[in-house]
């Protein structure tokens, strides 16, 4: 049973738009959340992430939203560029660093 | 600075035959773990290690073994493989602290 859920599996943008890429968990024990990018035949690199004690994480163009009221993440890109073509997974941590990950949004920016 | 690197990076072998995927990370993580990543399942924990000799079952163990009597080195082996088991598997390590960092990852095919 899938713990991340992440329902979006694409989403296409304009360059210079924002994009929006949402998460949403089951779990109320997770306590540390992150975003990964996927670029093809590499493995995820971390982008961002927040406690669950924030509500919000910036860095440069990525802004992280946590509401755990309604047990959803959101990512947003601004502006989105081409090279941020790529597969995002959410991701949350159950404890001893073991992260759950949601299936992944594919990313495209159209120039 | 190698980081964190995955052998074989392409693998096809017989259903019932042994197969081990090996990882190496030259930054001394106390953390390592495997995942698999499969299409509708995002990655999935395998295994992980909090230290040498320390290993723990993730969420998707059975079919698998790990060991760990370096730190550095993280095998995960296949004793009889299956063509369930047919996946792209993914190496990280990290310290005691997120996020986790990723290997290129190792194609497998069962046939």
């Known amino acids: 049973d899938q713990q991340v859920k992440q329902n979006s599996p694409s989403l296409s943008v304009q360059e210079g738009r924002i994009s929006i890429l949402n998460c949403d968990y089951t779990?109320?024990?997770?306590?540390?959340f992150l975003w990964y990018k996927k670029y093809p035949a590499e493995g995820p690199t971390f982008l961002i992430s927040i406690s669950s004690i924030k509500d919000k994480n910036e860095d440069g163009r990525f802004t992280v939203f946590l509401n755990k009221s309604a047990k959803h993440l959101s990512l947003h890109i601004v502006p989105s560029q081409p090279g941020d073509s790529a597969v995002y997974f959410c991701a949350a941590r159950a404890g001893a660093n073991n992260l759950f990950f949601g299936t992944g949004t594919r990313l495209t920016v159209i120039p | 600075d190698a980081g964190i690197t995955q052998s074989p990076r392409y693998k096809i072998t017989e259903t019932g035959r042994q197969v081990t995927l090996m990882c190496h990370q030259t930054w001394s993580h106390s953390y390592m773990f495997w995942y698999r990543q499969d299409l509708g399942h995002g990655l999935r924990l395998i295994y992980y290690s909090a230290a040498a000799d320390i290993t723990d079952k993730g969420e998707v163990p059975d079919g698998y073994v790990v060991s760990r009597s370096k730190t550095e080195n993280f095998p995960l082996t296949l004793e009889s493989a299956t063509r369930s088991q047919t996946s792209v598997y993914f190496c990280?390590?990290?310290?005691?602290?997120?996020?986790?960092?990723f290997g290129n990852g190792t194609r497998l095919t069962v046939t």
């Open positions: 779990n109320s024990m997770f306590d540390y």
């Open positions: 990280a390590s990290s310290t005691v602290s997120l996020p986790l960092h």
